[in-house]
Every structure is written in C-alpha cells, then in structure tokens.
C-alpha cells in the first residue's frame, strides 16, 4: 500500500510538472504567434503605405500579393486581380508589346536574374505615367527561387527633372558661348576639361575639339604656355584664387593679344578631380573694346527694341532702360516715367518678396531665373497677370538683369471664361431628361449626367464591363460602342433587365472625329417603356379585334355600328400613342434647344482656340444629328421660337394659365405677356381671333 502511495504521489508530481510544461509551451506559443502577428502588421503597414507600387508573385507569374499604392493606381480591388498572370492584369493589358516582356522577364527572374526596365501605364483616370520596373528573386532557405517580387516607381518627376536639368545645361552652355570672355576649365595635366566659344575660337577651333586635349597641342608660343601652366598648378595645389592683371597671349593667327585673368580652385560636379577655372578678358585695346561695346549695346538696342514684346533691364532693381512695349505695359507716355524707379512699385505686393529674391540671385550669383508667373501694376492702378524669365547681363559698365515679360492678362480671362463655359455646358447636360455619357478612346468613361449618375452610380474613370448590371446589357453595350468607334452613328433601341424590371431604350451612340481620328464616343440612352408598354397595349386590342372579326365575320353586317365604335376606340388610342410619341420627340428637342444650345451658342461666341472650337463644332454636329428624327417632324414654325418663348408655347398648350407660367417659369406675369404677344406674332396670329392654345395643339398634329 506505501509503495502504491508513493507511487501515485509520484504521478502527480510527474502529472503537475507536465502541465507546467504545457503552460510553459502554451505561453511560449502565445508569445511567438503576438510576435507573427505583430510582424505581419508591420509588414502589412510597410507594404500597403510605400509609395512605390509592389507586388508578390508565383515563380510563374501569377500575382498574390499587390499593395494599396498598386490597386488603386489602377483603380482596381484585390479581388480582380489576384490569382491572375500578371500579365493579364490591368496593369499591362494596355499593351501586348509590354505583356509579352513582362513573360520574358517573369522567366528570368525564376531563374534567379534580376530585371530592370522602364515602362508606361495607364492610371484609373486615363493618365500614361513613366514607371521605373523591377523583378527580383526571393530565394528560400534552400537556396530556390520561392517567390518573385514586383516594384515599379513613378519616374514622371524624375523624368521632368532630368528635362530642366538637359535645359538648364543648354542655357548654360548658351549662356557661357554668348560670353565674349574667355571661360575655361583645366586639370593639373593642362587638358581643357570645359571651355567656351571664345576660347575655341582664339585657337580657331571648335569646343568639341578642344575638351579633353591639351593646351600645349594648340598654343604657339612655348614661354607663354609654361607661366599659364605653372598659374594653373599653382591655383590647384594651394587651393587659392589668383588674379592676373596682365598676361601676353599670343592667338592662332599669331596676333599678341594681352589677357586679364581670373583662376579659382574648381571641381567638376560630380568628380573629384581638383581643377582650376579660369576667366580671361582681352584687354589689347581698351578703345576697341569701348568701341566694340558700344557696337555691341547698339546691336542689343536695335534687337530689343524691335521686340514685339516688353523688355527692360534693371539695374540694383531699378530700371535702368525699357523698350517700347515695355512702356506701353506699365501704361506710361514716355520711358522718363519708368526710368531710375524701382521695379517693386510695379509689382503686386503679394509678389514682392519672391522677386526681390529673384533679383538677388541673378545678381550675387549671377545664375539667370526661369519663367515666373507674377501680377505687376501699371501706373494707372490696372493689376496684370505677367509671364517673366530673367538673365544676368552686363549694361553700361555694371552688372543688372535682363527681364523679358509677356502680357498673360488676356489668356487668364480666357481661360477663365473657358471655365465657366465647360461649367455651363456641364450645367446643361446635367440638366437633360435622359442619360448622357461620354468615352475616351481607351475604352474609359469620361462624363455623364445626373440621370446616367442615378442609374448606374459614378462611372467616371471606369470600363463598360465596371458597371453594367448584366451579362446581356454588356453584350449589347460593347457592340454599340465598338459600331461608334468604327465611325457609325448608332440608332438602336433595347431591352435591358433591371432586377425583375424589364426596361426599353432607345440609344443613340456617336463618334467624336476630328481630322480623321476617333478622339471618343458620345451616348444618349432614351427610357422609352412607357412608349412600348402603350405599343404593347394596342398590339393586344388589335389581336383581339382581328379575332373578333375572323369569329364575326358572318355578323358583319348586323354589327356594323359595334365594329365601327371598336374601331373608334382603336382610333383613340393610336392617336394617343401618337401623341405620346410626339411629346416625347418634343420633350427631347426642346430640352436640347433650350438647355445645351444656348450654352453652344454662348461658347461659340468665346474665345476657344482651334483644338476647342474643332471640338465644340462636333459636338453641336452630333447633337443636330441626334435631334434630326425628331425635327423633321415638328413645324418648322415652332421651331423659330426662342427657348423661353418654347417653354411658354409648352405651357400654354397644356392650359397653363399666365399666373401659373409665371410662377413655374420664374418670371413676371407682364414678362408672360409679353411672351403670348411675340408668339402670336412669330405664329402669323397678329389681329386673328384665334385661340392661342387650339392653335398651338393643332401644329403638332
């Protein structure tokens, strides 16, 4: 019995310890899958907040993983695209060319190659951008290729950046050849790193010619050479300016010419390597050059004062001299008002700040400024809107800066009034009783209307197949648009399925060309079931009355006057489903003219430019071709109303009263009035008693 005790006793310390043990597992277990989860959150956080976009694939491309940055580039969900071929994802269907590099390169990348090329695609708003690609191998435990991952960075701005710098050197370049001073570069061997037209031009050579060699293979004289050289390696190895009052130079032509020379200690951006950089002003004949410059200032005279437009140079940010347009841009009568006052009081003071600015970097660096938009005042008071880039130039003997202005003022307003113009027309389309959208040419929504907006959401930015409800639409959809991108004009009317509402419309898709390119496509989708429903309607009365007849025929006679009032009734309601197409027809044409024409017409009269016009043209072109059916079939009378006088004409012929028109119309009852007078008047019924409403109803018939 002891031993049987002792042997439970000893169970459960056994027992106890591995429950402890467990508890100690459990906890451990606990702490590492906190541990995972954490890290999985700062994955995730790193992953979906990069800027740059990322991917993880399948060592045969099929896409796992994609960050936020990534989807909603391409305005897509996790849903579309995961599990596809990379390649078939919204990213690269824009092109078969980049599809079938990225295969190439999903390839090489299992093999373990890094890949790296630039590419363009498409933003969910329809934008191209530049993207810096790469693929690269995730490598496993074991050495194998486990995953691959996808990183592209948006390069527009980098792109952007590498254009002004290639601009910023040509104008440098520029610059420094207009120089007439010597400027060169040198290394401690005496090889020209850089050097301007002036130089190249003593040797009479060319810069190209001349970078990279020695000045001993061009320069004649031997003595002369050495105390250059010996300047040179003194500037290098002490690191100090040095300024040479007098120097003899001796040209290619072998003229004796005396130089004056500044050398500083200088490195190449980007390099190292010590340098010296010199600046040399011939100074042979001090009369020739006093008479050279003033040659030289009368050429720039003559130059900017010929000038269409306004230039002035300003000297410690005072004008210094103004050419004629300059002048006439201030508002002033002569330069004398211009001349010696400070270009501050003719800028806006918002502007002040940064332009003095401006004029301190173009005169402590020397370094010109690039093209600012600013306000400047004329002297009368009049605020401008200005375009102005600026240089550094030498006038009279002294250091200033050369300002070339241009008059924005007139292309502000213009843009301006082009604003309000789209905001107008928008106003407009929004306004139209059926759906109106617009498609760019690659297959993206570009515009729609509140009605469109109601039915089907915002698809702005988004494909056919993003929105429509169904599989029969879409068909239905995608051959419409297909016809119009091929330059027909579609006329079509059908049925859709809403849910378990069968709806009928009647569609009209159009092109938008201009000189021979499909720039779009433009839509007007026409509810039209209550039309079909009467159709349907009167289809099922004229069965009826066809059996009725085929079953009577013997009792024609005796039921003469019972059939003659079935086809009484028939008659009505043909008439009305005339009537209801007429107004429908009606409905439409009157909402185009009253609502988008006039703003056609108010943007015709603005100032567009070609490229604004050409479109506006197509676009009045396309409403006259979708309006035509039902034109030709209304008087022509009618037509010659204005849109207000229509609206009233509508009015009264549904027996609206003159308080009633007033108030829905939101005008004066004498403003009704005089309405009623100039219909009567446009309708030939001056000093005819007739009945304005019977008048109006009878010209639809």
Known sequence: MQDEAKTKEQLIIELRERVA????????????????????RKFRAIFDQTFQFMGLLTIDGRLIEANRTALQFAGVQESDVIGKPFWETPWWTHSTELQEMLRVAVKKAAAGELVRFETAHFSADGSLHSMDFSLKAIIDETGGVAFLIAEARDIDERKRAEEALRESEARLRQIIDLVPHKIFVKGLDGKYLLVNKAVADAYNTSVSALTGKCQADFHPDESELQNMLQDDREVITKGETKFIPEEPYTDAQGNLRFLQTTKVPFHILGDKTPAALGVAIDITDKKRAEEVLRESEEKFRTLVESAPEPIFILKEGRFAYVNDPAIRLYGASSEEELLGHDIVERVYPDYRARILKRIRTINNEGKPALLMEQKHVKLDGTIIDVEAISAPIRYRNSDGSLVFVRDVTERKRMEEALRESKAYLAAAIDSMPCEFWVMGPNGFYTMQNSISRKRFGDIIGKRPEDVCPNRNMLSVWLDYNRRAFSGELVREEATYLFGDEERHFYNVVAPIRDAGRTLGIVGVDVDITARKLLEAALKKVNTKLESQVEE??????????????????????????????????????????????PYVEKLKKSRLNNDQMTYLTILESHMREITSPFTKRLSEKYLGLSPLEVRTASLLKEGKTTLEIAELLCISENTVSSHRFHIRKKLGLSNKKVNLRSYLKSIDK
């Not at 043990?21 to 999985?40: D, G, I, M, V």
């Open 552 to 597: 009577r025929t013997k009792e024609l006679n005796a039921k003469t006057r019972s059939l003659e009032e079935f086809n009484a009734a028939l008659n009505v309601l043909l008439e009305k489903r005339e009537e209801d197409k007429r107004e429908l027809e009606e409905s439409i044409l009157l909402n185009v003219k009253s609502l988008i024409v």
């Open 21 to 40: 043990e467990l508890e100690k597992n459990q906890a451990e277990r606990k702490r590492t899958e906190e541990a995972l989860k954490e890290a999985e």
